[in-house]
């Protein structure tokens, strides 16, 4: 079985920042693309940065030039720097990743537990 763990969540003022990282585990042979999607209750959970394989980066608009996101694929982790966060960048922060677990295998998209982050004065 295959295991994504989120970490870095947590409280902080308007202006700050926080690194989220997340670590796949188990039985893994490859992996995809691997992203971040954020939810609040109540509303469809929206992408907020994808790195995929081959190199391509994606961010939605609302967060463009203040997260960055990058991944260490010897440790199957990736990792989410968020800056001069704001009030509304206030939700459960997901995890994602397209995992093969065998070389004859399919990927199959594994979700992470969330983490909260919470900007507020």
């Known amino acids: 079985q295959v295991q994504l763990v989120e970490s870095g969540g947590g409280l902080v003022q308007p202006g700050g920042s926080l690194r989220l990282s997340c670590t796949a585990s188990?039985?893994?042979?490859?992996?995809?693309?691997m992203a971040w999607y954020r939810q609040v209750p109540g509303k469809e959970r929206e992408l907020v940065a994808r790195f995929r394989k081959n190199g391509t980066i994606n961010y939605a608009d609302s967060v463009k030039g203040r997260f960055t996101i990058s991944r260490d694929n010897a440790k199957n982790t990736v990792y989410l720097q968020m800056n001069s966060l704001k009030p509304e960048d206030t939700d459960v922060y997901y995890c994602?990743?397209?995992?093969?677990?065998?070389?004859?295998?399919?990927?199959?998209?594994?979700w992470g537990q969330g983490t909260q982050v919470t900007v507020s004065s």
């Open positions: 994602n990743a397209e995992v093969k677990s065998w070389y004859g295998g399919i990927f199959v998209t594994r």
């Open positions: 188990g039985r893994i042979f490859s992996i995809n693309d």
